[in-house]
């Protein structure tokens, strides 16, 4: 494919290199011209230091105007306060890129972070993209070959210099990699920037990241259209999963919406494989890139022991990775080499002995036959213990089949003492190679979903952002018409009036057709049944009036100060299943709407799917099908079938009403929407809505 990001190809490949800043002059000519030339090129260098001089017969220019021909990037490691001005210079100069190595920056508080400010609008002023600052020179470094790598490469982008360095450190164990990019503070280029670059390098096969945070949602989305258009898998370890309860909002969806699960939500609209700790992440993405894409599911399971075979059919359970048993024709084969005694229906287990009494021809056979069922996928082979006698030939047939059989052999090796011929093996075969059952079967797990929902990456549309006249003059009014706005927007409240005495309570209970609810009417109570300001199924027009005093009371007793708009009287509803519907804000990605189980209990269960905006209805249909209490609405134990159709359209007109109000709208929560039998439609039957200052 052709490289899209032609800025950074530049970048990596610069016509020309300034190294500006402190200057080893204790190492030889010969040293200084080794680690110049494998970092940026033979002769392609130049040295920068006001204090000039010279190694050898290499100068030192005390300005990058002195450099006495044209250079395309300049690597910068200066005090920061002097960094701003440097850049000047480089501006002055026609540098275009700038590598800014020093730290000191945000990193350590306010001042640095002003000084970091100052970086970013010196290289706008002088129409120079920054790599850093706080950052070092990894993306220039020689990444190892590995030889008869087997797949394809991964390209590492991370926001820790030290964290990619591990990573990419799995060329021991035969994996190979395109570049690690280490992207510092991010003064101007991104994480995304370097996604989508990779989305396009012909030498990337898999796209990996450590991530602790994005800040550009335009330019994240665009990376990952990129990866999915050009099939690169994106493997990320996103931290700040423990971060849900860091920002605590008034309604129910704050509670329920962290940040971490939006960023789960655009995850899951996107493909991207999420994963926990730096192990998982380089193991992932290795499968990925060993395996390439469509390899079908099925694990034949392969090990020396019982109790190896047995935890590895419990680990790829607990993953969900199928290991189905192997046809009649295959055990029958495989009885013709292994004891009667010993299960080969799928875990095989061969009794350890096997591999010590038999010649290499029937060692390979056995796992040719598994490999060869028609239900097997790949075989995986598992090795929890380094017994030279057993796990060294079991090594070298592994070598000699990997080439030869037609589905992968996937190994594991659980053994801390990997100084063994056996393993040496397993790295020569370059076959996807885990340190754990558990490594290894969530990575299976990963991949095979990945294939799954590969077809159903797709660009979402933006949806519409205009507002409805009548919702334009509910949100003028004082205090805004948050039902009108609402209902402007299609979504469907029960009949409800907002009153200020108990005698009109009565009225508007009469029109409306008993049994009614009452409710306080007050932004300032989010929960108004935990604090007891809600009467369900009042029946008679008497007690009306008595709830309605009653709940003003109460609230007036709670809380002298609150903001009381009066009493609601609501109609009652009865049966259907009650779900939450709410919208909250991620200070990145913008607007999420989530969906969840309803009624008092939404946070107690906390069963709930987030997507970010844009979202369309596909993404609305699996929401709502990820929920454990997906199960209430399709029926479960006798129960008529809920009107999906209609909960879908609530969550898209909710969309809808999110991309409309922009910046006005903080959150949304309508709690409950109780979605009734099918054909009957959904109805919202309370909500609280926190807008902004518009």
Known sequence: MAQRRADLEEFFHPDGVAVIGGVDRSQTEAALRDAMDARWGEGNWHLVNPKGGSIGSVPIHESVADVPVPVA????????????????????????????????????????????????????????????????TNAFEPVPEVPNLRGGKIGVVTQSGHNGRPIVQGVHFGIGFSRQVPCGNEVDLEVSDFIEYFAYDKDTAVIAGYIEGFRSADKLRTA????????????????????????MASSHTGHLTGSDAVIDGLFEQYGVVRVRDLDELLETAALFAKLGPDVNEGAGLYSISGGSSTLMAEAAELAGVAAPPLAEETQEKLHCHIPGYLSVSNPVDNGGTF??????????????????????????????????????????????????????????????????????????????????????????????????HRSTFRVRPPLPDARPEAAETALEASPPDTGAVLRSFGLPLVASEVVSSVGDARRVAAEIGLPVAVKIASADFPHKSDAGLVVLGVDTLDEVEQAAQSVLDRARAAAPDAAIDGVEVQQMVSGGTEMIVGVTRDP????????????????????????????????????????????????????????????????????TLATALGNRLTELDLNPVVVLDRGHGAVVVDHLMILADG
Not at 104 to 113: C, K, T
Not at 626 to 647: I, Y
């Open 588 to 655: 990145t990605l913008g607007p999420a709407v989530m969906v969840g189980t309803g009624g008092v209990f939404a946070e107690v269960l906390a069963d709930t799917a987030v997507r970010p905006l844009p979202l369309d209805e596909a993404d609305a249909y699996e929401m709502i099908r990820l929920l454990q209490g997906f199960a209430l609405l399709d029926g479960a134990r006798s129960r008529p079938p809920a009107d999906v159709d209609a909960l879908v359209e609530a969550i898209m007109s909710t969309a």
């Open 355 to 452: 591999i010590t009494t038999q010649p290499a021809e029937i060692r390979r056979q056995v796992i040719r036959d598994i490999n060869n069922d028609p239900a097997v996928g790949y075989t995986v082979i598992g090795i929890t213990g380094a017994v030279p006698s057993m796990t060294d030939p079991l090594g070298e047939d592994i070598v000699a089949l990997a080439d030869e059989v037609e589905k992968p052999i996937i190994a594991t090796w659980n053994s801390f003492k990997v100084d063994e011929v056996g393993f040496d093996r397993l790295v020569e075969s370059g076959i996807p190679l885990f340190r754990s059952f558990r490594g290894c079967f969530s990575a299976l797990a990963a991949y095979h979903s990945y294939q799954r």
């Open 224 to 247: 990952l259209e990129a990866a999915n258009a050009q099939h690169k898998p994106v493997v990320l370890l996103k931290i700040g999963a423990t971060d849900a309860g860091s920002r």
């Open 73 to 136: 990037l300049a690597v910068i490691s200066t005090p920061p306060a002097v960094c701003v001005s440097v850049l000047d210079e480089c501006g002055a100069a026609g540098i275009r890129y700038a590598l800014v190595f020093s730290s000191g920056f945000s990193e350590v508080g306010p001042e640095g972070a002003a000084l970091e400010a100052e970086l970013g609008e010196a290289g706008r002023r002088n129409n120079i993209r920054i790599f850093g600052p706080n950052t070092n």
